[in-house]
């Protein structure tokens, strides 16, 4: 994606300010002391208690129930995701928000198991505040990029003199590293690549209300 600042131009004749609107925000953060190997085992136990898991965006695979903070029943299994939420209190408060927040007011969280093949379709994440996930496995090899869309209506309107210096493509993409997070507004559509290697992709995905 093209990144461009706002910037102040000046000639002889006029003077120019180039401001940008309606930008969206994309967060992408090193998590550096989760220990992803328990992680991945707590997901593997997840999926033995519920193995027929559900079908939401994924194209085979497996994704979990979702589990949220504010359901008695959710409690016993949301121990699993334990090393990551702890993490959610160092990350939230720094996020360059102004007003800053304060606190979770619930949370969504589920687990997913991408083997060979399997991909995410075009989807995005209403009645939340910000949406987000971590990857706890990455194999090496072509495992299936994350893919944003762009949300502006410049592209459905064939705006090709804006689109070519603006927008860069319709889409763009993260490839997935181990130990790293994205948070992004949950009316960004996103979809998930076919993994392509042998092995099992894991990843978090959650849903936040905040204040």
Same mark, same amino acid.
Request: hydrophobic share 30%; with cysteine; aromatic share 10%.
């Given at each position: ?7 102040? !131009? ?15 925000? !994309?967060? $992408?953060?090193?998590?550096?002391? &989760?220990?992803?190997? $328990?992680?991945? %085992? ?6 033995? &208690?519920? +193995? ?25 299994? !949301?121990?699993?995701?334990? *090393? /990551? ?8 408060? &720094?996020?360059? =928000? %102004?007003?800053? +927040?304060?606190? +979770? ?24 505040? #910000?949406?987000? @996930? ?5 194999? %090496?090899?072509?495992?299936?990029? /994350? ?7 410049? #592209?459905?309107?064939?705006?090709? =003199? &804006?689109?070519?210096?603006? @927008?860069?493509? %319709?889409?763009?993409?993260? =490839?997935? @590293? $181990? ?6 507004? *949950? ?22 209300? #905040?204040?």
């Amino acid at each position: 994606m093209i990144n461009i600042p706002n910037q102040n !131009l000046e000639t002889d004749n006029c003077s120019i300010s180039h401001q940008m609107l309606f930008q969206t925000p !994309l967060f $992408e953060i090193v998590v550096k002391n &989760i220990d992803n190997r $328990e992680l991945e %085992e707590n997901v593997y136990k997840l999926k033995e &208690i519920d +193995i027929d898991g559900c079908k939401k965006s994924n194209n085979g695979g497996w994704h979990s129930k979702d589990y949220s903070m504010r359901v008695e029943e959710d409690q016993d299994n !949301l121990q699993f995701f334990i *090393p /990551l939420l702890d993490n959610f209190q160092h990350i939230l408060p &720094i996020l360059p =928000f %102004e007003p800053k +927040i304060v606190s +979770i007011e619930n949370y969504c969280i589920w687990a997913n198991i991408n083997t060979k093949n399997n991909f995410n379709n075009r989807h995005n994440h209403p009645g939340c505040d #910000l949406s987000g @996930v971590y990857y706890v496995k990455v194999p %090496e090899g072509d495992v299936g990029n /994350l893919v944003f869309n762009d949300p502006r209506h410049v #592209l459905s309107y064939g705006d090709q =003199f &804006i689109t070519k210096r603006y @927008v860069g493509g %319709e889409s763009t993409s993260r =490839f997935p @590293v $181990e130990g790293n997070m994205y948070l992004f507004p *949950p009316s960004l559509e996103h979809c998930v690549m076919p993994n392509k290697t042998d092995e099992d992709r894991i990843s978090i995905s959650f849903n936040l209300n #905040l204040r």
